[in-house]
């Protein structure tokens, strides 16, 4: 479940390679998260029926074993998928860009 090795790489502006640590890898159909690539199924219904299951049980996340932390991921997964929640994770994702970058 694990594979170092095949980390995807990103340029940023300056030309120097980055590791991909968060997101999924569409040519390995995997959700990287660090180190770690978790293979997601072919069959879209069964991307679909994860990523929903993942935001209910996140909706539920006051539960013992059921978090918080698996809406991102569930939005994650229907990313895949879904071209809104796709356009939502990459606008996201630019704020968050902007917002860690220091100011000139």
Do not use: Y
Not at 78 to 91: A, G, N, Q, Y
Request: with cysteine; aromatic share 8%; charged share 25%.
């Amino acid at each position: 479940m694990i594979d170092q090795g095949r980390a995807e790489k990103n340029t940023d502006r300056n030309g120097s390679e980055k590791a991909r640590h968060f997101g999924i890898d569409h040519t390995a159909r995997a959700l990287v998260i660090g180190s770690i690539r978790i293979p997601l199924p072919r069959s879209r219904l069964a991307r679909l029926g994860i990523g929903l299951a993942l935001i209910f049980g996140g909706c539920l996340g006051f539960l013992p074993v059921l978090g918080f932390w698996m809406l991102p991921l569930g939005f994650i997964v229907l990313s895949h998928d879904l071209p809104l929640v796709r356009r939502w994770r990459r606008r996201l994702a630019v704020w968050w860009t902007r917002r860690r970058r220091p100011a000139d």
